[in-house]
């Protein structure tokens, strides 16, 4: 069993809202007691948040809204998770900083890879808010950059309720099956959609692996981490 170095985790915005638009403040702390449990553990952990539970961009515009503001808007909810996640973080006594995207002082550090890189090496989490900081971007895509740029062994995408990649729906066909390990190619060759494409794209070219899961059960976070197969590995 072989564990990570470094590893990124990206959270759901809906997970922050227990399926409510805003945050639980029950399920945030839940979430910072698994992510503590792996920076006590010695791995160095990034995160990178969504904003689903806030604003998406798409939908905003399906119901009139200009494409770009609301895509801003959607950048400013995911602040906010980060925000919550950083102060259960804290209360647990984990180091944390949050690095965002767009400039907002009063609240977070600026973008700074190589300070990035630095904080995790003193052992403090490091939260990446605000997306990409530019319209258009999914926070699965802000993942795998974030993860590339500040050298991180292994992306973990939390899929909100669902365990891993599997062989069909497993909503509509009950003989779905999931999936251990699966490479890039073999993904595309079997037409499985495991996120977004810029994103899939992104990791595939850079050979970046991830681990498709979910945070269902305790301790799956600091498991997976440890190299124990939990959800889907998805590798080169
Ligand atoms: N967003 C964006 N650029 C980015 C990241 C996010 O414009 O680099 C906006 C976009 O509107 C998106 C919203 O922020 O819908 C929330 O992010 P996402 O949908 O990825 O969150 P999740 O589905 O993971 O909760």
């Not at 997970?15 to 503590?36: L, S, T, Y």
């Not at 809204?65 to 006594?93: H, P, S």
């Amino acid at each position: 069993m072989t564990g990570y170095k470094r590893v990124l985790l990206k959270l759901s915005g809906e997970v922050f809202g227990g399926g409510k638009v805003g945050v639980d403040p029950d399920v945030v702390q839940g979430i910072a007691r698994e992510i503590a449990a792996v920076a006590q553990s010695g791995v160095q952990v990034a995160i990178v948040t969504g904003g689903g539970n806030f604003f998406r961009g798409a939908e905003l515009q399906q119901r009139g809204m200009d494409r770009v503001r609301a895509d801003y808007m959607g950048m400013l909810g995911i602040v906010m998770n980060c925000l919550a996640l950083q102060d259960f973080l804290e209360k647990l006594g984990i180091d944390t900083r949050v690095q965002t995207a767009i400039t907002m002082g009063q609240v977070a550090e600026p973008y700074i890879p190589r300070r990035a890189i630095r904080h995790m090496e003193k052992g403090r989490v490091v939260i990446f808010g605000a997306g990409m900081g530019m319209p258009f971007f999914s926070t699965d895509t802000v993942a795998v950059q974030r993860a590339l740029e500040s050298r991180c062994d292994v992306v973990l995408f939390d899929k909100n309720g669902v365990d891993g990649i599997y062989t069909a729906d497993p909503k509509v066909d009950p003989t779905a099956t999931r999936i251990e390990q699966i490479t890039f190619d073999e993904a595309i060759e079997r037409g499985l959609r495991i996120m977004d494409q810029t994103a899939f794209t992104l990791a595939r070219e850079n050979k970046l692996p991830l681990i498709v899961f979910g945070l269902g059960e305790p301790g799956s976070i600091l498991r997976a981490v440890q190299g124990e197969r939990i959800g889907t590995l998805v590798t080169a």
